[in-house]
């Protein structure tokens, strides 16, 4: 099915089992069993759907899907728990979640409500990028950050919509200028930093964390983290460059 899926559950021998009923139907799952490392495997590893179970040891499960839903990731997700209440499922799918199934369960059951679920994510898939704190509308261009439109120029937004495809991997300024304006690199122009320049102040503007890094004598990095002490292992995207100019920023 080509699905990858992200199990949520602090109970080893339930989270074994339902990765192996997954694998028979060839459904990739990773399992993270407290709501920190949930948060950070969608952020980073944006499965296809998250199968969340709501009482994790301590912890509250609906965390993740409020912190989730709070950056505006669209990903799917299934709550599959013991309470079965239905208060219990009204406030789950008013967090925001796709789905409710209570244990115990049947697993051929649970792949056909993963299976559904992102057949319907997948049906408008392309509608909206999403990195962080940002959201782009392909359809109507509009840029936003936590909620927040900004005004950016058309250029300026195919950066972003660049950026976002290719989100914490180095951008060389030859890969910009191809992907913008269909043009070869020419090394003298500072085109590409007065584009970058403005574009860091409208995102920047109002929110004390950057977003797009300067990764020196190679390109540049959108990411929510600091690149620094990751720079100089981090390889350009179309290989290195020869007569690459130092950034001055």
Not at 67 to 85: H, K, N
Not at 217 to 232: C, H, I, Q, V
Request: proline fraction near 5%.
């Amino acid at each position: 099915m080509g699905i990858n899926v992200l199990l949520v559950e602090d109970d080893p021998s339930l989270a074994n089992a339902i990765l192996e009923g997954l694998s028979d139907q060839s459904i990739k799952c990773e399992i993270v069993s407290t709501v920190p490392n949930a948060i950070q495997a969608v952020r980073d590893r944006r499965p296809d759907a998250v199968i969340l179970d709501l009482m994790l040891s301590g912890e509250n499960g609906l965390d993740v899907l409020k912190a989730v839903r709070a950056q505006r990731d669209p990903t799917p997700v299934l709550i599959l728990t013991a309470l079965g209440s239905l208060e219990n499922r009204v406030a789950g799918l008013n967090e925001g979640a796709d789905d409710y199934l209570v244990k115990p369960f049947e697993m051929l059951e649970l792949i056909a409500r993963i299976t559904a679920i992102t057949r319907r994510n997948n049906r408008i898939e392309g509608s909206t990028l999403t990195y962080g704190p940002l959201l782009l509308d392909l359809t109507t261009r509009r840029v936003f950050r936590d909620g927040k439109e900004l005004k950016l120029s058309p250029t300026e937004t195919s950066l972003i919509e660049l950026f976002i495809r290719h989100e914490n991997q180095v951008l060389t300024r030859k890969m910009l200028c191809h992907q913008l304006w269909e043009t070869n690199w020419e090394g003298e122009t500072n085109v590409i930093e007065v584009h970058i320049n403005r574009l860091r102040s409208k995102l920047e503007r109002g929110f004390e964390q950057p977003l797009i890094h300067t990764i020196r004598g190679r390109g540049y990095m959108l990411s929510e983290s600091e690149p620094k002490s990751r720079a100089e292992s981090l390889e350009p995207l179309d290989g290195d460059e020869s007569n690459k100019p130092t950034e001055s920023e």
